[in-house]
């Protein structure tokens, strides 16, 4: 009914999108998602731990090599890129130029990520067109995937998706392309932030990486905290179907309602000090994958892959400090790091 960011969309631009699960609303959103939910049930997810440790031992490893690194991108976006990568059997030589649309789609307000956002002389793509791209490209990764022999090589999560039945047919290839275009994009923004602005996170605290050294077992506990403190997305748009009233708020069928999950996640009548960052939070009701219907879907995959991160972290790099200022991304959406210099140091 509109989308999930608070910019109205084009008639076209709503009719592309609806393919994705994010945009789905009842009955078809709870069919597809009850169809796919499967493929990340925590006991398929737990399958890819120790794959999940040994990138992360990979990335951390090139960090502590070059001393000295841009961790945002040179880093954070590895991991989250090579496990979606993997899952769907995506070539290698392909991905960066996946991160890339995904960057433009997500990032369109910022200058330096889109320089469109301030210069319209500078030819790039707009996000539309960035998510138009990815949506291609899915297609015709479907298109393939459906001609070529899969006994001659291992099925993987975009032979499985491609194989999901719902209401007795398959996905065409059109659903799979959009389906395609919010399970990368999602997958590898988020993750890249989550991480990214954890490590930045507990720079800022040392007393709490002083903590999170000495007790590692608290590393999910301390994940949940870094989402709580500080969200990946600061909110969702949902659209009122009736009118309603929130508290003393009265809403008119049709008016546009921000989820500010930013705002949510520091509510005191939820939290105790909720502008401390505390890694030993519990209970920790953090509202950072959503309520609902929409809650995210590759919630235990995000959750592996932040704690894993941190355990590896915390074995291979035992100094970390801050090697320059630290760059936000613009953005009223994603509450996202679009630099973070630091500096590493091993035993």
């Not at 493929?39 to 960090?63: A, H, K, M, N, Q």
């Not at 993987?156 to 389906?179: C, H, K, N």
């Amino acid at each position: 009914m509109g989308g999930v960011i608070l910019e109205d969309q084009s008639a076209e631009q709503l009719e592309q999108s609806k393919n994705m699960l994010l945009m789905m609303d009842p009955p078809r959103h709870s069919k597809v998602r009850k169809t796919i939910y499967p493929y990340f049930r925590p006991g398929e997810i737990s399958r890819l731990e120790d794959r999940i440790r040994e990138i992360c031992i990979e990335i951390l490893t090139v960090g502590l090599a070059r001393k000295t690194v841009e961790f945002v991108h040179d880093l954070a976006a590895q991991l989250p890129a090579q496990i979606l990568g993997e899952l769907m059997g995506i070539p290698p030589e392909d991905r960066a130029q996946i991160n890339h649309w995904a960057e433009i789609m997500i990032g369109s307000q910022d200058p330096d990520i889109n320089p469109s956002a301030s210069n319209a002389a500078e030819k790039t793509l707009s996000p539309n067109e960035g998510s138009i791209a990815m949506a291609m490209y899915g297609m015709e990764f479907a298109r393939s995937r459906r001609e070529s022999n899969q006994s001659d090589r291992d099925s993987d999560l975009g032979d499985l998706l491609l194989a999901t039945q719902v209401d007795g047919r398959s996905m065409t290839d059109l659903e799979f392309a959009y389906f395609f275009v919010q399970l990368v994009t999602a997958g590898n923004d988020t993750t890249r932030t989550m991480i990214s602005s954890g490590l930045l996170t507990l720079i800022e605290h040392p007393d709490q990486l002083a903590a999170l050294r000495e007790n590692p077992h608290l590393c999910g506990s301390a994940l949940e905290e870094i989402l709580r403190y500080s969200p990946p997305l600061h909110y969702f748009r949902r659209t009122a179907t009736a009118d309603t009233q929130i508290s003393e708020q009265v809403i008119k069928a049709g008016e546009k309602v921000a989820l500010m999950y930013s705002s949510a996640n520091r509510d005191e009548a939820v939290f105790s000090c909720p502008d401390e960052f505390d890694i030993t939070r519990n209970p920790n009701a953090h509202l950072s994958f959503g309520i609902g219907e929409h809650f995210c879907l590759g919630v235990h995959l995000a959750r592996m892959e932040g704690r894993v991160f941190l355990e590896e972290m915390l074995n291979l790099w035992p100094k970390i400090e801050l090697a320059g200022a630290p760059k936000r991304q613009r953005s009223n959406l994603n509450n996202a790091l679009k630099s973070l210099p630091i500096r590493v140091a091993g035993a």
